[in-house]
């Protein structure tokens, strides 16, 4: 969200607190008929023990942001960290193109500086890496989802840094609502310049949350809010993230065999926990990973031999492996070092 000073106008401000009027509006007045509040687990529940576990998980990531571009324009917004090495996943309506003075402001008051990682304003994209100053510790993130398989009338919740709740109150904020339409959008509202494929979702859009992480029902970034809306509906919009992983998967230390081009699948996903040191963040049950062994928490030291220094080396050598072969892994647990061998199967 872009503030203007030193005689700039605030048309742009009064613009959004209308928007967001307009979007409580809808919020509150959408009949409930169809998703009572006990009406089972489905994404479209809304029972309040569901939501509020969804916070708990999520918010720790959500991060708000400031950045400055010459000495006229002001940016603030949101944001969410997408690995545990603080790649930081935002719009370029709050990190735009020649940003300067990036600041990062965490749950607990830290403020922290970051650099720019990649910035593609076709798709409203800026990535940002958080300089962590050697805290030597993996940042809490989210994890990413598949907006493909996200329908009409599953749960959906907005979090960010609305009017600066992170900078100020040290609170992320959270807007409820549904999953209300897909299109493209064609024309641009405000300062996006976004069009092209866009969710639409019925949860409060308001200030300072642009950038900020759309999340399912399962805790995961299926979108990034725009300031962009739809024409018709006055509803707040998001980029799907499968639009963006592309972009992103280039940048982001993490590892996950079944959202990866890679030949064979292991069911693992693995993370950078420390300046060259991988670590096991999941295995999905039932997986060759899951079946071999492998544990949450295990430190890579090799694969098939070879020492990776980040995810890329894993990928790499991860990804001469064909189904049916097997991949060695020496990991190190509990203060000793063990092998694991993973047989990998195909992708269905």
């Known amino acids: 969200m872009k503030v203007e000073c030193e005689g700039g106008s605030y048309r742009h401000l009064v613009r959004q607190l209308l928007l967001a009027v307009s979007c409580l509006a809808v919020l509150f007045t959408t009949p409930r008929t169809g998703l009572p509040e006990d009406s089972g687990t489905t994404h479209a529940s809304f029972r309040t023990d569901d939501v509020c576990s969804i916070f708990d998980k999520v918010a720790p990531a959500v991060v708000g942001i400031s950045s400055r571009r010459g000495r006229a324009e002001l940016y603030y917004g949101s944001g969410a960290v997408i690995d545990p090495a603080g790649l930081v996943l935002t719009s370029t309506t709050v990190v735009p193109r020649g940003a300067e003075e990036i600041q990062v402001y965490l749950r607990g008051g830290r403020v922290l500086p970051a650099k720019v990682v990649r910035i593609d304003e076709a798709n409203e994209l800026s990535l940002i890496r958080i300089e962590d100053g050697g805290r030597g510790r993996p940042f809490p993130w989210v994890e990413l989802g598949d907006s493909s398989k996200v ?16 900078e100020a109150d040290d609170q ?82 993490i590892f996950d065999d079944a959202d990866d081009p890679c030949p064979g699948y292991a069911g693992l996903e693995l993370g950078e926990a420390d300046p ?73």
């Open 151 to 166: 329908a009409l009338g599953e749960l959906a919740l907005t979090f960010g840094n609305a009017f600066r709740s992170i």
């Open 172 to 253: 992320v904020s959270m807007g409820r609502g549904v999953v209300s339409g897909f299109y493209d959008l064609r024309k641009t509202v405000s300062e996006s310049q976004y069009t092209g494929p866009a969710i639409e979702t019925s949860a409060p859009l308001n200030g300072g949350t642009d950038g900020g992480p759309l999340i399912d029902g399962e805790g995961r970034l299926i979108g990034v809010l725009s300031l962009n809306y739809s024409l018709s509906r006055w509803l707040g919009t998001a980029v799907p993230i499968n639009r963006l992983k592309p972009l992103i998967r280039q940048e982001i230390a």
């Open 276 to 348: 060259g040191e991988i670590q096991v963040v999941h295995t999905q049950a039932d997986s060759p990973a899951a079946g071999a062994g492998l544990l949450p928490g295990d430190r890579v030291r090799a694969i098939d031999g070879e020492k990776p220094g980040s995810i890329a080396d894993f990928r790499k050598v991860f990804s001469r492996a064909r189904p049916g072969q097997t991949v060695t892994l020496e990991v190190w647990r509990n203060g000793e070092a063990r092998k694991i061998q993973v047989l990998l199967w195909g992708k269905f």
